[in-house]
C-alpha cells in the first residue's frame, strides 16, 4: 500500500469514529433524559401535616373556652383573680404557694 492509500484510510477510520462520537452523544442525551423522567430527584423532605375534622364534641368544647393546654398553666393564669376560684383552684395555688415557699427555704414537702 501507497503512503496516499494509508492516509485516505486513516482519514476514513477518523470520520468513521467521529460519526460513532456523534451518535453515542445523541444517545447519550437521550439515556439521560429517559433516566431524569424515569427517576426524577427527590425535593426536601417536608414534616407531615396531620389534620382531622373537629368532631361536634370539639366544637361543643371549644364553645365553651375548652382548649389543649395543660391545667396547671390555665390555673396559674388566675392567681391573681382568687374571688372567682373554686375551692379545688384555690386548694391547687395554695398547694402551690406552698411548694414555692418551700423550694425558696431549703425545705421540701
Known amino acids: 500500500m501507497t503512503e ?8 476514513r477510520f477518523v470520520l468513521s469514529f467521529e460519526k460513532i462520537a456523534t451518535a453515542l452523544e445523541g444517545l447519550d ?9 424515569q427517576y426524577p430527584e427527590k425535593g426536601p423532605v417536608r414534616d407531615a401535616v396531620v389534620s382531622r375534622i373537629p368532631t361536634k364534641e370539639d366544637r361543643i368544647k371549644e364553645a365553651h373556652g375548652a382548649s ?10 388566675l392567681e391573681g383573680q382568687e374571688e372567682d376560684l373554686g375551692v379545688r383552684e384555690r386548694e ?3 398547694r402551690q404557694n406552698q411548694r414555692r415557699r418551700n423550694a425558696g427555704s431549703g425545705k421540701t414537702g
Open 92 to 94: 391547687w395555688l395554695e
Open 29 to 37: 442525551e437521550t439515556y439521560k433524559r429517559h433516566y431524569n423522567r
Open 68 to 77: 389543649d393546654r395543660p391545667i396547671d398553666d390555665w390555673l396559674e393564669e
Open 4 to 11: 496516499d492509500q494509508i492516509n485516505a484510510l486513516v482519514e
